[in-house]
């Protein structure tokens, strides 16, 4: 959502952020330098708890902002943001790449008055959802090539971890073990992890600090303790892998080889990447092999598209003031 800000208040807008806290999603938002105000927190994956999640937040977000004067709320995949516009009487958008989270989706779709969605995602995919052909909005390509269209990556990255920039690299991403779409137990990627220890650098970011302690336990790990520049880290890396989805979607953006590990059921943006060949699905540990890459060629261009269309999307025709 930065870039949908930035272009927002280059418009005019006066744009107010809410995040929760979870992970590393605050630090995140320090790291950018956006401000914004702390409402609520993870509940858990449990589906009973993020019910409990859902309304204690949506409640909170809407006691915040009632009294101030908001024209649209805007939300990447947010049903506390959808729930407390709706309450409010602002008019919401919701924004997804990923259509299989049916109780997200469920209550998003229906409560919003814009659905913007990539263009791989087939719209009787959403039907189910309530996402009807007056609300939903489409874009090309990744969402990933839109936010990413400015971004150049910074080596200082690898001096904040103490890394090697001639040996070969590699950034792992753990299984979102709190999502209630990634159920799985997933021994391949323990293997995995010993299996690129023994070829690489090996840079894990952890979601939890559950997650977080056991890669310590086991040693021969880069774990930062906060919240890094993972993107430029992804530039620079030989080898990407990932059981979520933006990280593995970052690295096809940005150029990086990569590999998927999820678990569930694959979504349309991930089913093009991996006919595409842009993405691999990782199925045996011993098919990965981690080899340093040349520096790309002079004169390659990336994919990048304009942030200031995704925004186009999001908030025309939603409402006509200044206040988001």
């Given amino acids: 959502m930065r870039p949908v800000i930035r272009a927002l208040e280059a418009r005019g807008a ?7 806290d979870f992970a590393q999603t605050l630090e995140l938002l320090h790291r950018f330098g956006i401000a914004h105000e702390a409402i609520g927190r993870h509940r858990g994956g ?3 708890a993020k019910g409990v999640g859902l ?3 949506s409640l909170a977000l809407a006691g915040w902002a009632k009294g101030r004067r908001f024209d649209a709320a805007l939300g990447h995949g947010s049903n506390d943001v959808t729930v407390a516009a709706k309450l409010l009487g602002i008019p919401s958008a919701t924004t997804f790449d990923y259509e299989w989270a049916t109780v997200q989706h469920t209550v998003n779709c229906r409560l919003a008055r814009r659905v913007v969605v990539p263009d791989a995602i087939p719209p009787e995919r959403l039907a189910r959802y309530g996402a009807r052909p007056r609300t939903l909005r489409r874009y090309p390509g990744l969402k990933e090539e839109y936010y990413l269209a400015d971004f150049a990556p910074d080596a200082a990255v690898l001096d904040e971890l103490d890394l090697d920039a001639d040996a070969p690299l590699a950034v792992v991403r753990t299984p979102p073990a709190v999502s209630l779409y990634h159920r799985f137990e997933h021994p391949l990627f323990a293997r995995l992890l010993e299996r690129l220890r023994e070829q690489a650098q090996v840079v894990v970011l952890p979601r939890t600090a559950e997650q977080r302690a056991e890669l310590a336990s086991a040693g021969g790990y880069v774990v930062p303790e906060r919240a890094v520049d993972a993107q430029s880290l992804v530039a620079f ?3 990407v892998v990932s059981a979520g989805g933006t990280m593995n979607r970052e690295a096809v953006a940005l150029g990086t080889p990569v590999w998927t590990t999820f678990a569930g059921r694959l979504g349309a943006v991930d089913e093009r990447l991996i006919a595409e060949r842009r993405l691999r699905r990782l199925e ?4 990965v092999e981690v080899v340093k890459r040349a520096a790309r060629p002079a004169g390659e261009e990336r994919v990048r598209r ?6 186009d999307l999001l908030v025309d025709g939603l409402a006509r003031g200044v206040h988001i």
Wanted: aromatic content about 4%.
């Fill in 237 to 239: 890396a030989d080898l």
């Fill in 284 to 287: 045996r540990a011993e098919d």
């Fill in 306 to 311: 304009d942030p200031g269309m995704f925004t």
């Fill in 14 to 20: 006066q744009v107010h952020v809410t995040a929760r």
């Fill in 46 to 48: 449990r589906l009973a």
């Fill in 55 to 57: 309304a204690s937040r």
